[in-house]
């Protein structure tokens, strides 16, 4: 670019250096603003658990009691190895199936596309306790069959139904982005239809399944109403507990510092994996990192 | 798309009309009648009486509330969540599955306790202040603006993670392109990046507008009760078991949501930027 | 791909599989954090049975939970006005005291009894219907209603205990700068209106519920919150608000773990018991879905044994609804453990048994009621 500037400035190219400056230090402190925002409400709960007072008002002393006493908390522990479990099936299986649905969707025509795609919506806008109770009221049908179907089961169907509109909303506009000539292009060479699916437009929408993926993952690590009404035989998340607790009694600080552990867990392993991918590509050429995701 | 693919959308149609289609109509019928947990099936009746709770002042203003505070979450979302997606696409950092995660981490604790964390330091006397020894809020506990940067920060990953899918494989090509006829750089963004990225905008904002309108743990904590989205009014139905008017609440929103989203499908002369 | 859910499927097998042991289960539905852990294992010893407890945080999701029998829970802990409407409905079970030998080791108390006669007494008026609920519940905790305040405002204390519910309510003759709270339970803020007009919190009628509305307009309260409450007025944030006794009760263990004396602690933010007052009763009954009703009277049974329901009560920190578990733990006033000795202290204070006090449990009111002072709250706040 530097090099080409006193070339294209003839043919109307002004020069911005002056303002990009100015812009890319309003930039930075934006964005510095921006993911401290984000982080806010978990930077104080991270203060909070290393808080060895109870008092959520006034931080006394740094204590990392709460952290040792984490495994202590018999109903805690059981609450999140359930929502571990939950979670992870139904982010797995709406990722797999919200993705081929998309697909499917898509493939429809316009006018019939439209209208399953509102319909999609309607678990995203719809009032989880409304959901929630609903789901139960059609689960409960199937106990006639079915007499213990309350608990994992129901729970992680109920998941997936709130979870699978999220990754067919961030599948949707990647396939419309793909170019039609790709699959085309593909079964010409003779490739089969699904097999082409696969490798050719898998890879292409990648990035709207990894945003779904996300997206579903975390609707689903954090419900409270549907979950409440679709769970059974004492199979009790997180938020369940939570809610429940707060109803007569205080949580124990322990519930902020298995958040703060998560949270940092997390970034840990984020920053780890980089390193790790940094030190594989060292080895390989730059061909790769045109790929963003990598994954 | 190949044609062949439709077979794949089967289950998921079966799925959605099995379990919105009959629930939403079991929900209509649960409007009109005088069904509650007590009652048997032969007294059943139907009746509009619960229609005058759409007058009643409450109401209306909860619903005003939850439309207002759900257009400013999401315009703002728009304009910061664009922003930082479009650093993100332009950071030098490859591994954007990084920064994507990043982005949403926060949202992995539970949501009660973010809220409640934000109430505590929004308040006149709290553990930050214990620390630093003042305010960075001021005293806005249950003030709009509480509430209004609650939602704001809690749904802008929606917005990012939407907006930065659209802006990820926009061809470099282009932009060099934009640039080589002359654009400013404010006029290529304005003309050739934001008008191909706008798909994800719509996404981002349905993602961001519908759970904030049905939404009612935020504002409740934020607002110190005081201020009353529909999602509040849905909720204490539901639980207190007036079934009747809290299905009449959610499918009158819903028919209201699903009703413009429609319309501005209409309006879409190409019909593809949105759905 | 493949070998992540291959793995998760695996592990989600596994723990199946061990969740199915071959002891008889007992699943109980109860409020968080509501039990002493230490109790129920030792119950699960002696009984050789595995309790299963899952959690909720308000009566009316233990009767939609109940009501919609997905789960076959064998006992429940539901409060007074909800006890009430599930007998009416039919989802309860009647007791066999045959099974229940400990019922004659232990006294109710007073407030306890009065409770029992006031739900009998407004479930007559109501249906007609002579019920009593000693049939169906065995008292688990109860406790009363009242008015934390924030110690730190100059004469409010005063105040409170000269005018009582006044002060509270009448915002433009008492402290009009003080940051008053209500409990968000739209039949509780009725209630305490009600309580404040010397009336019975449990009657209701078009032209009262007009006359509460406009208490509650006065009273123009800057928070309606739950658990938030006590934590705004220990942190200074709030003067007064309506809520549980065991609310205060709470926050005071706690600051007294930490090493406040109970001076300290009443100087700061301390509870205004009124003389007419909400009391609620958390009873544990055995819901219709039960399948395991033998383990359900063995376990109420283990619970009516004093020195086990003051063991729950050492955790929990409610108040006991036994006369001999209520000594034991006043005995403890002479224990050289810090932690006992305060609670000790604590109970003889704010479950003084000599104070004469008129207790209203709420009742289940008419469903239009219920619904028409919720939307009345809601035009309230919504101004």
Redesign the interface.
């Known amino acids: 670019m530097e090099n080409n500037r006193a070339s294209?400035k003839d043919?109307?190219?002004?020069d911005?250096t002056k303002l990009n400056k100015i812009y890319s230090i309003f930039?930075k402190v934006?964005?510095v603003l921006?993911v401290l925002?984000?982080?806010?409400?978990?930077i104080?709960?991270a203060?909070?658990s290393i808080?060895?007072?109870?008092?959520?008002?006034?931080?006394?002393n740094i204590s990392f009691q709460w952290y040792a006493n984490i495994l202590q908390e018999?109903?805690l522990m059981q609450a999140i190895?359930n929502t571990f479990?939950v979670s992870?099936?139904a982010t797995?299986l709406a990722t797999f199936?919200g993705t081929?649905?998309a697909?499917?969707?898509?493939?429809?025509s316009?006018k019939s596309?439209?209208l399953?795609?509102?319909?999609?919506?309607?678990?995203?806008?719809?009032?989880?306790?409304?959901t929630g109770?609903?789901?139960?009221?059609?689960?409960?049908l199937l106990?006639v069959v079915f007499p213990n179907i309350?608990?994992?089961f129901?729970l992680v169907m109920a998941h997936l139904?709130f979870t699978?509109p999220?990754v067919i909303?961030?599948v949707?506009?990647?396939?419309?982005?793909t170019d039609?000539n790709l699959?085309d292009a593909a079964?010409d060479l003779g490739v089969k239809?699904y097999k082409a699916?696969i490798k050719v437009?898998i890879p292409a929408i990648k990035?709207?399944i990894?945003?779904g993926m996300?997206?579903a993952?975390?609707m689903s690590?954090?419900d409270?109403?549907i979950s409440?009404?679709?769970?059974?035989?004492?199979f009790?998340n997180?938020?369940?507990?939570?809610?429940?607790?707060?109803?007569?009694?205080?949580l124990?600080p322990s519930?902020?510092a298995f958040?703060t552990l998560?949270?940092l867990f997390?970034?840990v392993g984020?920053?780890l994996?980089?390193f790790l991918?940094r030190q594989k590509k060292g080895k390989k050429d730059e061909k790769n990192?045109f790929n963003?995701?990598?994954? | 798309m190949n044609k062949e693919f439709k077979v794949l959308a089967k289950p998921y149609m079966v799925w959605l009309s099995v379990l919105v289609f009959v629930p939403i109509i079991a929900m209509i019928f649960i409007s009109f009648s005088n069904l509650n947990s007590s009652i048997s099936v032969s007294e059943i009746a139907l009746s509009l009486s619960h229609f005058k709770l759409l007058w009643e002042s409450s109401t209306i203003i909860a619903f005003r509330n939850s439309l207002i505070f759900a257009s400013a979450t999401t315009f703002i979302c728009f304009v910061l969540g664009y922003f930082i997606a479009y650093e993100i696409k332009l950071s030098k950092f490859k591994n954007k599955f990084i920064l994507l995660t990043f982005v949403i981490l926060p949202m992995w604790s539970n949501l009660i306790l973010r809220t409640e964390s934000l109430a505590n330091i929004m308040s006149e006397n709290n553990i930050l202040k214990s620390i630093i020894g003042f305010n960075i809020f001021g005293n806005i506990s249950g003030t709009w603006m509480a509430v209004l940067f609650g939602l704001v920060f809690t749904y802008m990953p929606f917005m990012i993670l939407s907006v930065y899918t659209a802006l990820e494989k926009i061809d470099y090509a282009l932009e060099e392109a934009a640039l080589d006829l002359g654009l400013t750089p404010f006029k290529k963004f304005w003309k050739v990046v934001f008008p191909l990225s706008f798909k994800g905008v719509v996404t981002g904002s349905i993602m961001v507008f519908l759970p904030t309108l049905a939404g009612f743990a935020i504002p409740k904590i934020l607002s110190r009760g005081r201020i009353v989205f529909i999602g509040n009014i849905i909720e204490n139905k539901f639980i207190y078991t007036n079934y009747n008017h809290g299905a009449l609440l959610a499918v009158v929103i819903l028919i209201f949501i699903l009703g413009s989203i429609f319309l501005l499908t209409k309006f879409d002369k190409e019909g593809e930027t949105l759905l | 791909m493949k070998k992540i859910v291959l793995t998760i499927f695996l592990l989600s097998l596994s723990l199946i599989l061990v969740a199915c042991s071959s002891k008889p289960k007992l699943r109980i539905l109860n409020w968080g954090e509501y039990i002493n852990d230490d109790v129920v294992e030792k119950f699960e010893e002696e009984y050789n049975i595995d309790v299963v407890i899952s959690v909720a945080d308000s009566n009316e999701l233990f009767y939609s939970k109940i009501k919609s029998k997905t789960t076959a829970f064998d006992l429940v802990i539901p409060s007074d006005y909800m006890i009430e409407k599930m007998v009416e409905e039919d989802m309860l079970v009647e007791l066999n005291y045959n099974l229940l030998p400990n019922r004659s080791e232990v006294t109710y108390m007073d407030g306890v009894d009065q409770i029992f006669t006031s739900m009998s007494a407004t479930t007559l008026e109501r249906s007609g219907q002579t019920i009593n609920y000693n049939n169906y519940a065995i008292p688990y905790f109860w406790g009363t209603f009242g008015i934390i305040y924030n110690n730190r405002v100059e004469g409010l204390e005063e105040a409170l205990y000269e005018h009582g519910w006044d002060v509270y309510f009448e915002a433009d003759t008492y402290f009009p700068t003080a940051r008053r709270g209500m409990y968000d339970v739209p039949q509780f803020a009725y209630a305490a209106a009600m309580m404040y007009m010397d009336n019975n919190p449990n009657d209701y009628n078009t032209e009262l519920l007009n006359s509460v509305q406009t208490v509650i307009e006065d009273a123009s309260f800057t928070e309606w919150g739950d658990d938030t409450l006590k934590r705004n007025i220990e942190a200074d944030n709030l003067d007064m608000a309506f809520t549980y006794t065991g609310d205060y009760l709470d926050r005071l263990y706690i600051q007294l773990d930490e090493g406040k004396t109970l001076e300290e602690v009443r100087s700061d933010f301390d509870i205004y018991i009124p003389d007419t007052t909400m009391v609620f009763l958390d009873c544990m009954v055995i819901p219709n879905t039960v399948t395991n009703l033998e383990g359900a009277h063995q376990f109420i049974n283990f619970l009516l044994d004093p020195e086990n329901a003051a063991l729950n009560a050492e955790v929990v920190g409610y108040a006991v609804a036994f006369e001999e578990a209520f000594d034991i733990i006043i005995s403890y006033l002479d224990s050289e453990d810090t932690w006992r000795k305060n609670w000790a202290n604590a109970n003889s204070i704010y479950y003084n048994m000599e104070v004469e006090r008129t207790y209203y449990p709420l009742t289940t009111l008419n469903p239009t009621d219920v619904d028409a002072i919720g939307t009345m709250i809601q035009d309230v706040i919504t101004g």
């Not at chain 1, 399953?116 to 409304?130: E, G, Q, S, T």
């Not at chain 1, 109770?133 to 409960?140: A, C, K, Q």
């Not at chain 1, 949707?172 to 982005?177: G, R």
């Open positions: 294209i043919y109307g190219y002004r911005f930039k934006l964005v921006i925002g984000l982080y806010l409400s978990i104080v709960i203060i909070q808080n060895e007072s109870r008092n959520l008002s006034i931080f006394t018999e109903e190895k479990l992870s099936i797995v199936l081929f649905f697909v499917g969707l898509y493939a429809l316009k596309r439209v399953w795609m509102l319909l999609n919506n309607v678990p995203i806008l719809n009032a989880d306790i409304v109770f609903s789901l139960m009221l059609m689960f409960r106990m309350f608990g994992l129901t139904f699978i999220y909303l961030s949707m506009p990647k396939l419309k982005e039609p699959m079964m239809p699916l437009v990035a709207g990894f945003s996300l997206l993952l975390t690590i954090d409270f109403a409440y009404f679709n769970t059974g035989a004492g009790d997180l938020s369940i507990w939570i809610y429940a607790v707060i109803g007569r009694r205080n124990t519930v902020y958040s998560l949270t997390t970034l984020l920053l994996y980089q991918q990192s963003n995701i990598s994954s």
